[in-house]
């Protein structure tokens, strides 16, 4: 049913859906020049901390402009935009029962509205809820949290995430939401626990995890970033500053540096730390009794050039038709790499879980070995005999001279 409205019967229409909890969304499409900037305006109502308000979307050619505003300033934004400014022409107005599809005339003020009753959104009710299917421990409306995502560029000046930078935050709740039952159950060798994370970059990952336990009341646990880039040492030093953060300080350096020396530690994390950085971080952590070690690794040269040097040496000639393509001997490398990484941290006396991380449009290295270090079970002799044998066949199998872990905790067969 198609009707001819006054712009403002259609301001005060919508003003009723708002206050009655009947609307759904609202889009604003099909701009009057083709030279303006502004293509569509989304619109939904959601509920922060217990006050209604309306998540806003403001789409331009080359970027996404997210507000929340309050439905006074949406009516406001609606009038400027389609009738005011005549920046738009179409309304889309989504509601409990039907659809309004509202199109402006010339001047601006009057709207031919046709209105669908549609029998599949009839019994919709109407959704207030703000990111509470994502359930994410990093908020950022939280008064600490939002001045480092902020500095670190993942959130705008309205506590919006920017949409450009939604993988990384996605990326940092995981990281987070995996590491929490860990990081709870931490076992610090003193009052105070230490942990690294090695090759820090910009501290995303070191910032959430300080944070998380600054904001829990959790047991004096410290994080120490460990970057080698001074210009981003320096630049996160200064954001945990301004974020008031007390347990978390960055300093120079590499895990060459640090992995052959003896330092006080309860944990190290290293996430994408490239080919023999990740086994130098594993052995810093063995090395120095770590109770938690987390890495993700990334590259895996070192046993990949060394099935290729020993392949003639295999008795399994079906290995050949997997090193000659060079995708499937690259993944053959990672999986047999993490594997044996796995098994000498079990020899260690840890327990180990190795999962995937985050999904791969995220990031491709997506895998996280977690190893937790056995207090009260040590490992028998019996079964450390066990995965021994089990380490001898499979280097015996592809081809493997030595693994570079190997070679670091001087193991001996």
Do not use: W
């Amino acid at each position: 049913m198609a009707q001819t409205l006054s712009f403002l019967h259609l301001l005060d229409t919508l003003q009723n859906f708002m206050r009655d909890r009947q609307l759904i969304k609202i889009t604003l499409s099909k701009k009057r020049h083709k030279n303006s900037g502004l293509q569509n305006i989304f619109i939904k109502p959601i509920l922060i901390k217990g006050i209604e308000s309306f998540s806003t979307v403001l789409r331009f050619q080359t970027k996404d402009i997210t507000k929340n505003l309050t439905a006074d300033d949406i009516l406001s934004l609606i009038k400027n935009t389609l009738s005011e400014k005549m920046i738009l022409r179409h309304c889309d107005i989504f509601t409990t029962s039907n659809h309004i599809q509202a199109i402006m005339n010339k001047d601006g003020n009057a709207v031919t509205a046709i209105t669908h009753q549609n029998k599949s959104i009839n019994q919709i009710t109407v959704s207030l809820g703000h990111n509470i299917t994502k359930n994410r421990l990093i908020d950022p409306s939280n008064v600490t949290s939002r001045v480092y995502l902020k500095e670190l560029g993942l959130i705008d000046n309205v506590e919006q995430i920017i949409p450009s930078m939604q993988h990384k935050y996605k990326q940092i709740n995981k990281y987070l939401e995996i590491l929490k039952p860990y990081i709870d159950k931490l076992r610090p060798k003193s009052q105070e626990a230490l942990i690294y994370d090695m090759g820090s970059g910009k501290g995303y990952l070191s910032f959430v995890l300080a944070d998380y336990c600054l904001q829990n009341n959790l047991k004096k646990i410290d994080v120490k970033g460990v970057e080698i880039r001074q210009n981003l040492v320096d630049q996160s030093n200064n954001i945990a500053l301004l974020s008031k953060i007390s347990n978390l300080t960055f300093e120079t350096g590499s895990i060459s540096d640090y992995f052959k020396k003896q330092i006080f530690l309860d944990g190290i994390v290293a996430l994408h730390a490239c080919d023999t950085a990740t086994d130098e971080a594993i052995y810093m952590g063995i090395k120095n009794d770590a109770s938690l070690i987390v890495v993700a690794p990334c590259c895996h040269r070192q046993i990949r050039k060394n099935i290729l040097e020993n392949m003639d040496k295999t008795n399994h000639s079906f290995l050949k038709h997997i090193n000659k393509h060079g995708i499937l001997l690259e993944r053959e490398a990672e999986y047999i790499t993490d594997t044996i990484r796995a098994l000498l941290l079990e020899i260690q006396g840890y327990k180990v879980k190795v999962m995937e991380f985050i999904n791969l449009e995220n990031t491709p290295k997506n895998i996280l070995i977690i190893a937790t270090k056995l207090r009260l079970n040590k490992v028998s002799k019996k079964d450390t005999e066990k995965l021994m044998a089990d380490l001898i066949s499979i280097k015996n199998h592809f081809g493997i001279s030595e693994h570079y872990l190997e070679e670091l905790l001087k193991i001996k067969q």
